[in-house]
């Protein structure tokens, strides 16, 4: 293919790692880490495979490549996952990083992406391909969270992951945080035999593999889910640092993550809420859903929770009978409201009592009056 692929690597043995996923390439060079300037220039690659040098200069050689190859594509190798330095990486201006070598496989998926969209560019208008395109590590999570219980969160979060997963062609992962009691492998009819437990003994480590090899997989859709381990005994054992890097880890390997959390305030819901980029919290139309609201916006702030700019209500439960209407809740919360979901009875007992979600397929023509209003929500967030 045609692809220039310069690799920066200041030791021999990583040739014959990288060998399986550049064998297809003609173009592929190698350097280290003190000749890459020269040769920046003279090869004008397109993509750069950059190996964390030894004098740790990582981040100041991927700023350094952005700036004299602004349309080259980086991606960095690293054999040690470090948050701080890949976050660090990111934002300098690779595309993605790769841990070696247990993600080595995607490196190939990536390089052959690449060429694709590369080939299109040049037959449509001879543009660049820009790195953007293939940008990782940059997830988005979403949380769903409210003070009172049985709102309804784990059914919009099922709801709106499923419907994400169906709607587009997004990485999409749901991770159920209700360590005691779960829920979601109800709403969406799951086994029960892997959960995020698993996940325990390679929290230092934890890569898209891993993740990958406990989710399950929702027929339908083939939407990701990582199950809770719905045992207290277990749930003890889970740290805060492990919510955290469980998060971070999933943001680099996803677009989406969902996060279905409890109404229990405690460190791990704290972590999950600190990590979210949007908080969704599930409203019903009564007055206690109003009263609790005002309580977990106090102690939003006693926690010093900012959630300037990434607190959103979805009303739930929305029906003519209610005893408060959408317009009194706008008029009494300062946050915007993302989504209005109707009270669908029928439709809901239906799904639960075939033991299906509520939406099967894309663009689905039969849907049920609550499935409906969570497809438009996710049709308005996707574009
Ligand atoms: N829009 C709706 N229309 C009809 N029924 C709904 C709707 N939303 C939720 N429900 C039903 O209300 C019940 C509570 O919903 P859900 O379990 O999602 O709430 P929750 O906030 O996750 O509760 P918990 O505190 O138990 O975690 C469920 O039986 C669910 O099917
Ligand atoms: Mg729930």
Redesign the pocket.
Known sequence: METKILVVADYESVKELLQPSLAHYEHVRFTTSREVKKEIDRIAPDVVLLLQPEDGSGVELVQYIQNELPEGIIIFLTEKQDFVLLRDVVRAGAVEYILMPDELALLSDRLEKIAELMHQQQRRKGTAVSGQAFVRGRGKVYSFY?GK????????ATGFAQALKLESTARVLLIDL?LQYG?VETFLSLDHNRTLADLLPVMHEMNENHIRNVVQREIHSKLEVLLSPRDAETAETISEEFVSRLIRASRRSYDFVIV?L??HMNELTYTALEESDLIYY?MNLDTPSVQIYRLVENLFRRLRIDTTGRLEVVI??VDRESELSAADIKGLIAVPIAAE?????RG?QAA?NQGMPLQKEANEKKLAP?AKDIRKWVLAKLT
Do not use: E, F, K, M
């Open positions: 409210s219980g049985g709102s309804g969160r784990t059914q919009l209700n829920g279905d409890p109404t599930v739930n439960q979901i109707c009270r669908d009875r809901v639960v609550a």
